[in-house]
């Protein structure tokens, strides 16, 4: 399998992302059982939403404010 040459060779990103192919098996079943009828894009669209929100939100005094922001 190619995942375990990949663990044995000197490629630190790949490595990274074979590690988490591993460990979360799962998860990459359900979008097989699902038959590809769903997409993450909705999801990943909101979460970049969220992270440009906090990113800009260094300079709020509270949490309450970047709550209401987000």
């Known amino acids: ?5 990949v663990i044995r060779s000197r490629l630190g990103t790949i490595k990274s992302f074979v590690k988490t192919l591993r460990n979360h098996p799962q998860l990459l079943m359900n979008w ?3 038959k590809k009828a769903f997409s993450s894009g909705s ?3 909101l979460n970049i939403k969220i992270n440009l929100v906090t990113i800009n939100s260094y300079g709020f005094k ?3 404010v970047l709550k ?3």
Not at 1 to 5: D, G, L, N, R, V
């Open 1 to 5: 399998m190619w995942c375990a040459h």
């Open 32 to 34: 097989f059982k699902a």
């Open 43 to 45: 999801a990943e669209e």
């Open 62 to 64: 509270n949490y309450k």
């Open 68 to 70: 209401i922001a987000l």
